[in-house]
């Protein structure tokens, strides 16, 4: 019985211990929005549709192109200077587009400072020929991070090298019922208050008391 009211307490603690995900950033990935540049252009909803089967683009209106030679897609600040990086975990959601008359070029990630290689999780499945893809990408911050303190920073760098290959960028859309454009989802992690912790302790004591005293009888 002690084990379990144990068992229960902890978890409790624990929880206790974690906020729940709030989206503080869905802000449009549109061509002069939110400090976004697209070395490579930004193609309208009727420009791009014939190559992605005459659908609109997941967001609408303008989506952000690539081709070889380095033409990245990037914001100082996707925020607006609304956010900077605190402890917790951040988790981005955005859409990657394959032009269907070329290869797929892609991308490497750069959040806040944080590159993909660092993510805790991540999806990041190549699209097909004239398609799109959900991509997402979680770090987990601790309260020690280089990262503390870093603004919303975006960069979405071209790594193909192959000729004739290429990539868009756009908002999530009706990919995610999250929101529409640039997601950001932020879980924060909240010391318990001593408080707590003196409650916690003392009731496992009380228990363990309780029982002593039991046996006794």
């Known amino acids: 019985m002690l084990k379990r009211t144990l068992f229960t307490f902890v978890l409790a603690l624990i929880i206790s211990s974690q906020v729940n995900a709030t989206i503080i950033v869905d802000a449009e990935f549109e061509q002069g929005q939110n400090g976004l540049v697209s070395n490579g252009g930004w193609y309208s909803t009727s420009s791009q549709a014939p190559y992605f089967g005459g659908t609109a683009n997941p967001e609408g209106d303008w989506v952000a192109h690539a081709t070889t030679g380095s033409q990245d897609i990037y914001t100082n600040d996707i925020s607006n200077g609304d956010y900077t990086i605190q402890e917790g975990a951040y988790t981005i959601y955005f859409n990657a ?112 008391a309780r029982r002593s005293f039991n046996k006794n009888i």
């Open 97 to 208: 587009g394959n032009w269907s008359n070329e290869s797929f070029l892609n991308f490497d990630i750069t959040f806040a400072g944080m590159n993909e290689n660092l993510a805790t999780t991540s999806t990041k499945n190549m699209p097909g020929s004239g398609q799109w893809e959900l991509w997402s990408f979680t770090w987990e911050v601790d309260a020690n991070s280089a990262f503390i303190g870093n603004v919303l920073s975006f960069t979405a760098n071209s790594i193909g090298t192959a000729a004739n290959s290429n990539g868009a960028i756009d908002g999530v859309g009706s990919y995610s019922a999250l929101g529409n454009g640039f997601l950001v989802d932020y879980t924060a992690n909240v010391v318990p208050e001593p408080s707590t912790l003196v409650v916690f302790a003392l009731t496992i004591l009380g228990l363990g």
